[in-house]
């Protein structure tokens, strides 16, 4: 199987994050980037898939050069070559600019299956793999828990809600999504470290794709929201305490 998974480079949980001056965006300077977790999770599938049929696993990132780290790490852990789409600004992207953008990169590739993680820590739209999916005319199921490949069909669990679990069948090639806690993420061996360093990353620019930037998302600001407490007695008789709890629930909370 020729695999190819999506992996995003993330603001590190632990770093300090602080709002840059626009509001548009975080300060990067001096904090850390690491793997998306979900994309961890949908690397180790793809790799015990390819342990398990054969093939190759390709590792694809979009991003500024820093991205090529995270595409180093999937190298150490097993992949075989990375594809870097090239964009110092790519965090300006909507989802279906990005998913645009992945797909005329990898238009050649000829995947038999492409991973995504179900999200991006950072952002969260959780909408870049089934938008892949859709613009390279490819089946796809989202929330995926196991897959089981049999020839040219998969037969994938998918998570649904309350604890409720879905059994669906797809044929190849297809596009999904991969929810974390499919799998236990390995680390990469020394003898991982070592040979990643021979493994070809190939570098595409994003500019050089002919996509238009022609957003239909935008965010327009980020910000820390201010923490306030405010407590309000109300008095009266039990009847007349409901009364306006429910006046103040429908019209100054408005959850009725």
């Not at 992996?7 to 994050?17: E, F, M, N, R």
């Not at 998913?99 to 990898?106: D, F, Q, V």
């Not at 929330?143 to 409720?164: F, N, P, Q, Y």
């Not at 991982?192 to 600001?221: C, F, N, W």
Request: hydrophobic residues 40%; contains cysteine; charged residues 30%.
């Amino acid at each position: 199987m020729k695999i190819g998974v999506c992996i995003k480079q993330v603001p590190a949980k632990d770093s300090p994050l602080a709002i840059a001056g626009d509001g548009a965006w975080i300060r990067e300077a001096d904090i850390g980037f690491e793997t998306n977790e979900p994309d961890g999770f949908a690397l180790e599938e793809a790799l015990r898939l390819k342990e398990k049929h054969g093939g190759e696993v390709v590792a694809i990132s979009m991003g500024p050069e820093r991205a090529k780290q995270t595409i180093k790490e999937a190298l150490a852990k097993g992949a075989e070559r990375g594809i870097h789409i090239s964009d110092p600004d790519f965090y300006k992207l909507d989802p279906l600019t990005s998913a645009r953008s992945l797909a005329a990169a990898i238009q050649g590739e000829n995947f038999d299956l492409i991973l995504t993680g179900l999200q991006s820590d950072d952002q969260g739209f959780g909408q870049t793999g089934v938008l892949l999916a859709e613009l390279l005319g490819r089946p796809h199921a989202t929330i995926i828990m196991a897959i089981e490949v049999t020839g040219e069909r998969m037969k994938l669990k998918r998570e649904l809600e309350a604890g409720w679990f879905q059994w669906v069948e797809l044929p190849l090639p297809a596009v999904i999504t991969i929810q974390s806690g499919i799998n236990k993420p390995r680390y990469a061996t020394l003898k991982g470290i070592m040979a990643a360093k021979k493994k070809e990353i190939a570098t595409v620019e994003r500019s050089s794709l002919g996509v238009p930037d022609a957003r239909t998302q935008q965010v327009e600001r980020i910000y820390v929201p201010q923490k306030t407490k405010k407590t309000e007695f109300i008095t009266g008789s039990p009847k007349e305490a409901a009364a306006k709890l429910i006046e103040k629930l429908r019209h100054e909370a408005r959850v009725l």
